[in-house]
């Protein structure tokens, strides 16, 4: 089993959609989680960390459930300009471990 | 002006040739990384530096040699590549390894094994 898991995408939504992406991690031991952003030809960038109790910026939700030890990143109102794979990273006694990516491409 | 700067961003070099990756971050971090990212496949961790001392090498073939002079720069040597080591290296820091929390990337260096 994979580290880290996330929907193999890539998704095509029309500009002003909802999407989730969703990511599963296997050490239960893992401390911390992030969604980062990487954009065509260039290197990832944190988006942002995900918190137990849920965290919003903006149009961004994320949560966390750890029981199911489950990372999911909500993108409301999509943008061209959301266009981008997004990476789901866990942190495991400070080693962080990325995903694959999800690809995310937002059509006008 | 990206924090993290590396160079060159491209490199083309035969089987038998030796050449350097440099990178360099001016975010006054103590820890730098590089990692690996070939198509397809997610970043693999390669090393690590905290305050100058590798302290991890995720099991790298010798063919890849780190270098870390100060706690701002980070070379990667290369000799004898083979043709599947063709793949986008990307530099890291952060603030403490053993605090791993945001990593700033720099942009890469994509090499090309032929």
């Known amino acids: 089993r994979k580290e880290v898991e996330q929907d193999p995408g890539p998704f095509n939504v029309p500009e002003g959609a909802t999407v989730a992406f969703n990511c599963t991690y296997s050490?239960?031991?893992?401390?911390?989680f992030f969604w980062y952003r990487q954009d065509c030809r260039k290197e990832p960038k944190l988006l942002m960390s995900?918190?137990?109790s849920g965290n919003e910026d903006g149009r961004f939700t994320a949560q966390l459930n750890r029981a199911s030890q489950y990372i999911s990143l909500l993108i409301r109102d999509s943008k061209l300009s959301d266009s981008a794979t997004y990476l789901c990273?866990?942190?495991?006694?400070?080693?962080?471990?990325f995903g694959e990516g999800t690809q995310l491409t937002v059509n006008p | 002006e990206t924090g993290v700067t590396q160079t060159p961003r491209h490199l083309v070099m035969g089987m038998t040739n030796k050449k350097s990756l440099k990178c360099e971050q001016h975010?006054?971090?103590?820890?730098m990384y590089w990692y690996k990212q070939s198509a397809k496949k997610p970043l693999e961790l390669m090393f690590v530096?905290?305050?100058?001392?590798?302290?991890e090498n995720n099991s790298v073939p010798s063919r890849f040699s780190p270098e870390c002079p100060n706690s701002s720069h980070l070379f990667l040597h290369l000799h004898t590549l083979q043709p599947e080591d063709s793949a986008l290296y990307l530099c890291?820091?952060?603030?403490?390894?053993?605090?791993?929390?945001?990593?700033?990337f720099g942009e890469g260096s994509r090499l090309t094994v032929l």
């Open positions: 975010l006054g971090h103590n820890a």
């Open positions: 890291a820091s952060s603030q403490d390894a053993a605090k791993t929390g945001e990593l700033f």
């Open positions: 990273v866990v942190n495991t006694a400070s080693r962080l471990t």
């Open positions: 995900v918190y137990s």
């Open positions: 530096y905290n305050f100058k001392e590798q302290t």
């Open positions: 050490n239960s031991a893992s401390q911390s």
